[in-house]
């Protein structure tokens, strides 16, 4: 059964080992060690006799049409009750030609929703996770309408004991009526019920279960079974027919969403951490205008990267990447100086949030040194990032990121143990929207969307956490180091929600040609490219980069390679403003 396979994966790391322990008015604290949980207090009937000798005198039935996960219960508890008995019953369907009446006279154990009058009548009393056991007339019904509450009840069933051997050498059901809930372990994440579900282990105790071939309306009924749990919706959000939410206990968060465009549930799971600031809580004060300002690339070591600031209306200062780890220390003192020059003199640059779009040199490195030098010179009040876990990133193009040098992961993580371990660190997850000071971010895609797919397969920089910002009424998507595969996903996700005002050149436009398309949805007024000179040449002339440099709608391509530019936001280009550079500046005097 792909649940039951589903929980011995789980069982053995995921948090979920016993998931579906259910409880009903014959067990006691004595007799299974938990608390009864029943619904209601029954008063218990006659057995009912199912053997004499070795001849069954129930037929077990399941309904005609009964998906996947009703057909293996039934068959466990046919199995289960042959074990028992030692006897074999009869097993078949409630299937009845077309234009005769159900025959209602058979002695009959019904197992799910069938068409019986007595498991109608049960079914239509019960919710999503309770399930009922009863006999009434010649009828045994063991019924949940779905997977889980079915699971249960032939759980419940020879958990308590209901079969039992009587004196006269019969063996008897006895202990109904029962009408029980579904027993969730305290803070445990229920499997989910619908479609085709595998779950894969994400980075820091994240784990993913993703559910193909679902509905809203399962997904909805899914967030219930969450509440059921015991956990609590923190904040929910919708974009387009997308459905996102996140629910809390004292242990775990839980981040769940439903994709309409392909009919695709994931529920994410992972020890609670910092949970993202809602807007009721963000609490800033106006103090001074909102800019933008996008760094020069050349260093004397590697010319590439991405090193973004923006200066908050509070004057504090939101980070994207940062740029590659020089060794004389260039790009981390250019970037602290654009943060000193942009704070009232005296004081210490407070940086807000400081984002990481994926974990290559080029984007972490200049932080690291950075932490190095300034730490104590700076203040960082939160990071957002979500990174793959070591295994993955050791098997994919980009293993060195594992080694101790400047730029790398590995380092990441020491300077953020040395000087900022008492920092919150936000983990984005796809349909979180974040809140710092006057800027939104609304998280449209992280590494967990493409599993099974990872940096395993596409390399590292398919982890790159797309996010769309929201400034003063102007947009920008920020793209990272974005490929075309996952770009692709995004354009199935999100259509044209992807369209924004402002955007950051994917991977400093060294792209795929599906790229055109990307662009050509998210039909930007005005374009951040972080490449150097010299590659803002070599790769201009790709079909996806003369997309925008062409395009009639675009009025500015501000290439980081040309130096270091600050606009104030919202932007408006200059009437005449040049487009983008068509000939080779001077050389930066650090270049080597």
Not at 390 to 410: F, K, Q
Not at 548 to 573: A, C, D, Q, R, W
Request: hydrophobic share 40%; glycine share 8%; aromatic share 12%.
């Amino acid at each position: 059964m792909l649940v039951k396979k589903i929980i011995s994966v789980l069982a053995a790391g995921l948090l979920l080992s016993g998931m579906l322990t259910a409880c009903g008015e014959t067990e006691t604290a004595e007799t299974t060690g938990d608390t009864a949980a029943d619904t209601a207090q029954n008063v218990e009937a006659v057995p009912v006799i199912l053997t004499e000798g070795q001849t069954a005198k129930f037929k077990i039935v399941r309904a005609e049409d009964a998906n996947d996960a009703v057909v293996d219960a039934a068959i466990d508890f046919r199995k289960s009750l042959t074990e028992l008995t030692g006897v074999n019953f009869e097993f078949g369907t409630d299937w009845t030609k077309k234009g005769t009446e159900v025959d209602e006279t058979q002695p009959e154990i019904l197992l799910g929703v069938t068409n019986r009058a007595a498991s109608q009548a049960a079914a239509g009393e019960l919710n999503a996770i309770q399930y009922r056991i009863d006999a009434v007339g010649n009828k045994i019904v063991i019924c949940g309408i779905n997977q889980m509450s079915m699971e249960a009840a032939v759980e419940h069933v020879f958990k308590n004991n209901m079969i039992t051997l009587d004196a006269n050498g019969c063996f008897v059901f006895s202990g109904f009526p029962v009408t029980a809930e579904v027993q969730f372990g305290d803070g445990q994440v229920p499997t989910y019920l619908y479609g085709n579900v595998e779950v894969f282990e994400s980075s820091g105790g994240t784990y993913v279960m993703k559910a193909t071939d679902t509905t809203a309306d399962q997904y909805r009924e899914y967030l219930g079974y969450l509440e059921a749990a015991g956990f609590t919706l923190y904040t929910d959000n919708q974009i387009k027919d997308n459905l996102f939410a996140t629910y809390v206990s004292d242990q775990l968060q839980v981040n769940a969403y439903y994709i309409a465009p392909n009919n695709t549930a994931r529920v994410i799971w992972e020890p609670r951490g910092v949970l993202p600031i809602l807007e009721a809580d963000n609490k800033y004060e106006e103090k001074t205008t909102t800019t933008l300002t996008s760094i020069n690339l050349e260093t004397v070591k590697v010319n590439e990267g991405a090193s973004h600031v923006i200066r908050l209306a509070d004057g504090t200062f939101f980070i994207v990447d940062g740029g590659f780890a020089d060794d004389n220390g260039v790009e981390a003192e250019k970037l602290y100086e654009v943060l000193v020059k942009q704070t009232p003199e005296g004081e210490k640059p407070v940086i807000a949030a400081w984002f990481m779009s994926h974990c290559h040199g080029d984007h972490i490195g200049t932080f690291n040194d950075f932490a190095i030098r300034y730490h104590d010179k700076t203040v960082v009040e939160s990071f957002i990032y979500n990174f793959p876990k070591d295994e993955e990133i050791a098997a994919s193009d980009s293993p060195y990121m594992l080694d101790d040098s400047l730029p790398r992961y590995t380092m990441f993580r020491k300077v953020i143990a040395d000087y900022y371990s008492d920092v919150p660190v936000i983990k984005p997850h796809t349909g979180n929207v974040i809140y710092v000071k006057n800027m939104k971010m609304e998280i449209l895609g992280t590494l967990e969307d493409c599993y099974p797919m990872s940096i395993v397969n596409y390399g590292m920089n398919y982890s790159t956490t797309l996010f769309k910002s929201t400034i003063e009424g102007q947009t920008m998507l920020w793209l990272g180091d974005l490929q075309t595969n996952a770009g692709m996903l995004a354009i199935e996700q999100f259509g044209d929600y992807l369209q924004s005002d402002m955007m950051q050149v994917g991977h400093h436009g060294y792209g795929g040609s599906g790229f055109v398309e990307l662009y050509q949805t998210i039909d930007p007024t005005y374009v951040i490219w972080p490449v150097c000179w010299g590659d803002f040449f070599s790769t201009s002339g790709s079909d996806y980069n003369q997309w925008f440099l062409n395009s009639e709608k675009v009025k500015h391509v501000m290439v980081s390679g040309f130096g270091t530019n600050t606009i104030t936001l919202p932007y408006e280009s200059e009437e005449g403003i040049q487009k983008y550079p068509d000939r080779r500046w001077k050389n930066p005097e650090y270049w080597d």
